[in-house]
């Protein structure tokens, strides 16, 4: 089956550039998107098709997917973006999330 | 609003039943594939089903299959996930979430989940 590795955690300081990567087989050939989850929370939904925000996601958050890996990056991260980051494609008719990043900023 | 509203969960002990509801409202429910996602205590997003607009097709996370059993009813504006012979394992929480087609499938709509704890 298909899987998506991220590491585990990411540290940044504030107003710093924070990137989080997901690899997986061939990832750039899949569409990847990213979801970021706070304590006690839903999943939010912040990158789809590697690199697009939907509306209300500042522009400071970014993506990108190419070869085997993709990768969320945020610009001029703030304390407010301290959050759990996964990624997710498609394989088949299956949904795949990475193991999630923990994002800290100090 | 679009809105995606869980409920059903609770404590059942091992080798239960119990059946979770997702109640979808704001946008056209049979328009969409529906999918469960799950999440244990402490631990990563697990994608758990998912279903088809029509109910003709169906997919599921190799540790659930046969045990579990996604449905919907559009005329109801609902999707359900049929959990038997539970396990300590299924323990989490579980959302429903609406892929969107026009965006590649990426999950952009997520309830706020339902607890289920399987516990002697």
């Known amino acids: 089956s298909y899987e998506l590795t991220q590491a585990p955690s990411v540290s940044v300081s504030p107003g710093q550039t924070a990137s989080i990567t997901c690899s997986g087989d061939?990832?750039?050939?899949?569409?990847a998107c990213w979801y970021q989850q706070k304590p006690g929370q839903s999943p939010v939904l912040v990158i789809y098709?590697?690199?697009k925000r939907p509306s209300g996601i500042p522009e400071r958050f970014s993506g990108s997917n190419s070869g085997n890996t993709a990768t969320l990056t945020i610009s001029g991260t703030q304390a407010m973006d301290e959050a759990d980051y996964y990624c997710?494609?498609?394989?088949?008719?299956?949904?795949?999330f990475g193991g999630g990043t923990k994002l800290t900023v100090l | 609003e679009v809105q995606l509203v869980e409920s059903g969960g609770g404590l059942v002990q091992p080798g239960g039943s119990l059946r979770l509801s997702c109640a979808a409202s704001?946008?056209?429910?049979?328009?969409?594939?529906m999918s469960w996602v799950r999440q244990a205590p402490g631990k990563g997003l697990e994608w758990v089903a998912n279903?088809?607009?029509?109910?003709?097709?169906?997919y599921y996370v190799d540790s659930v299959k046969g045990r579990f059993t996604i449905s919907r009813d559009n005329a109801k504006n609902s999707l359900y996930l049929q959990m038997n012979s539970l396990r300590a394992e299924d323990t989490a929480v579980y959302y429903c979430?609406?892929?969107?087609?026009?965006?590649?499938?990426?999950?952009?709509?997520w309830g706020q989940g339902t607890m289920v704890t399987v516990c002697s």
């Open positions: 979430a609406r892929p969107q087609p026009t965006w590649h499938d990426a999950l952009d709509i």
């Open positions: 704001g946008f056209t429910f049979s328009s969409y594939w």
């Open positions: 279903i088809k607009q029509d109910g003709g097709e169906k």
């Open positions: 061939k990832l750039g050939d899949k569409y």
């Open positions: 098709e590697d690199m």
């Open positions: 997710q494609a498609w394989d088949s008719s299956t949904v795949v």
